[in-house]
C-alpha cells in the first residue's frame, strides 16, 4: 500500500521520523553528561534537544495519521492504532518532562525518569514501525511489474529463476 502523504512517491512520515528520535535521545545523552559534569550547557542542550523532538514529533504525526486513515487491512490497522498511541503518549511524556525541566523544581529527578521512560517507549514503537512496513507493507509502493525502459522488471525473490552458469 503506497503513502498517500508522499513527495515523489517518497512517503513522508519515515523522512521525518529521525528529528524527534535523534533529538530526544540526544536530549538524555546531554542530561547525562550534565549530571556526570554538572555543566550547565548540558542541561541546556538536553531542554533544547527535548524542545525540539516534540516538535519533530508534531510534524511527523501529520503524514503519519494521513498514512493511518488510508489503511484498510485490520490487522495492520491494529498495529497502526498501536504505534499511533504509543507515539502520542510518547509526545505527551516529554512534553511533561519538558514542563517540568522548564517551571518545576530545578534538581527534581522525575523529568530525567520520565525522558528515560519515554527512549525506552521509542524503541516499542520503532519494532511496531517495522512491524508496518516489514509485514504489513504500509507506505510501501510495489515495483510495476515492468519496470521502465532499461530497468529489470521486478519479481519477488521466490518467482525469480536461477541464473544459469556459463559452461
Request: glycine fraction near 8%; hydrophobic fraction near 40%.
Amino acid at each position: 500500500m503506497a503513502s498517500p502523504a508522499s513527495i515523489k512517491k517518497h512517503p513522508i512520515h519515515p523522512m521525518l521520523i529521525p528529528l524527534p528520535i535523534g533529538l530526544w535521545v540526544f536530549s538524555v545523552i546531554s542530561e547525562i553528561v550534565y549530571r556526570i559534569t554538572g555543566r550547565g550547557t548540558w542541561r541546556s542542550t538536553a531542554n533544547d534537544t527535548m524542545f525540539g523532538g516534540i516538535f519533530g514529533a508534531l510534524a511527523a504525526a501529520i503524514p503519519g495519521f494521513i498514512d493511518y486513515m488510508s489503511i484498510k487491512q485490520p490487522h495492520a490497522r491494529k498495529t497502526a492504532t498501536r504505534h499511533m498511541l504509543l507515539n502520542l503518549s510518547i509526545t505527551g511524556i516529554f512534553t511533561t518532562a519538558y514542563a517540568l525541566r522548564r517551571y518545576g523544581r530545578k534538581n527534581e529527578n522525575t523529568p530525567f525518569l520520565l525522558t528515560l521512560l519515554g527512549v525506552s517507549l521509542l524503541a516499542m514503537s520503532g519494532w511496531l514501525g517495522w512491524k508496518l512496513v516489514y509485514e504489513h507493507r504500509v507506505g510501501v509502493s510495489e515495483p510495476e511489474e515492468h519496470g521502465e525502459p532499461g530497468e529489470e522488471a521486478y519479481q519477488p525473490q521466490e518467482e525469480r529463476q536461477p541464473e544459469e552458469q556459463p559452461a
